[in-house]
């Protein structure tokens, strides 16, 4: 393995007073005398994600020079918030770029937790144009959003605390898309309770890590609109750390429909009392419906985010399937 679980328990150090350890809740609903379900409550990070804990360790990491200088992304989600965060309480420059066509709204969001959002061209090849030249001309350090060692890793924390407050773990389900929550909790969670079970889960349309995997190496798939917009985007044809992790340690991935999404986020929400985005609430569809896996007694369900649009939720609150 590329990382190692020491390396989680430094980066664990690292994140400390930056993204909080989550609650492992029990979700009542689901549970009976034959499983143990429990919620990895992620949505409750200052973000309302996950990704403030690998954005926090590569924040961390950075030299002094590094520091001084700067950070940049492309993002106009989950990784530009924990990025503008992270980098606003350590007090480093960061700028978040986006092109022209964002809505106004995820570059509030950015913008609301202290994060410089940088308006380059009218597609996401060209806002990655602009972090280049940042790069280039500035000397900033771009922090990618998944297959990045201490990305991994800082994602990696999750297990530790999954394993401290569930010793007894059969099953972690966890939403997959580049694959750095599910590497990072594989290696933490397999290595200090060898036997556990990792399964991923993505939407069906547009799957990178699930086609990477079945083809055994790196492709591009087609971009959709999903619900777990969240889970979208490729996984990197010259990805170093995820895929080959993803490979060794995930024991299952499958693919959900739309409506499996939209149900599972109503269930959280009317049965459990949580709000999650659709990749946060991708993890319940094992638990809904009948996937043919094998989940065994002691189940988490990591609940990775929070962070949809409040319209958009309420129409899914209400029955429909928006896309
Ligand atoms: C980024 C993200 C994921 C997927 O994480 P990967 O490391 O890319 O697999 C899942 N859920 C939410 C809410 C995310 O923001």
Not at 176 to 199: F, Y
Request: with cysteine; hydrophobic share 45%.
């Amino acid at each position: 393995m590329p990382i190692l679980v020491n390396d989680l328990y430094a980066a664990r150090k690292n994140i400390a007073g930056i993204a909080v350890r989550t609650p492992l809740v029990p979700a009542w609903s689901m549970s009976n005398d034959e499983r143990d379900v429990r919620l990895k409550l992620e949505i409750t990070q200052p973000i309302g994600a996950f990704k403030l804990r690998g954005a926090a360790n590569a924040l961390a990491n950075l030299s002094a020079e590094q520091s001084r200088k700067g950070v940049v992304c492309v993002s106009t989600g989950n990784h530009g918030r924990a990025v503008a965060y992270a980098a606003h309480r350590l007090g480093i420059p960061a700028y978040i770029c986006m092109s022209k066509l964002v809505p106004e709204n995820k570059v509030e969001a950015i913008e609301s937790v202290g994060g410089n959002v940088k308006i380059g061209g009218s597609s996401q090849d060209e806002a990655q144009q602009e972090v280049n030249r940042l790069v280039r001309e500035q000397g900033m350090t771009e922090v990618s959003p998944f297959d990045h060692f201490d990305v991994v890793a800082g994602q990696g924390t999750i297990g530790i605390e999954l394993v401290e407050d569930n010793p007894e773990l059969d099953t972690v389900i966890v939403p997959l898309s580049g694959g750095g929550l599910i590497a990072g909790v594989a290696l933490a969670v397999k290595t200090l309770v060898p036997g556990v079970r990792l399964i991923g889960l993505s939407m069906e349309k547009g799957a990178a890590m699930y086609e990477s995997i079945r083809k055994g190496l790196p492709v591009e798939v087609e971009e959709h609109t999903s619900l777990a917009d969240s889970l979208g985007g490729g996984i990197g044809l010259d990805n170093r750390y995820t895929f080959s992790m993803v490979r060794d340690l995930v024991d299952d991935i499958r693919t959900v429909p739309e409506l499996y999404i939209a149900e599972a986020m109503r269930y959280l929400y009317r049965h459990e009392g949580w709000i999650a985005e659709g990749a946060g609430a991708i993890g319940l569809v094992p638990l809904l419906y009948d996937l043919d896996l094998a989940l065994g007694r002691n189940i988490v369900v990591v609940v990775s985010g929070k962070n949809i649009d409040m319209d958009l939720f309420a129409r899914v609150m209400g029955g429909e399937v928006p896309y």
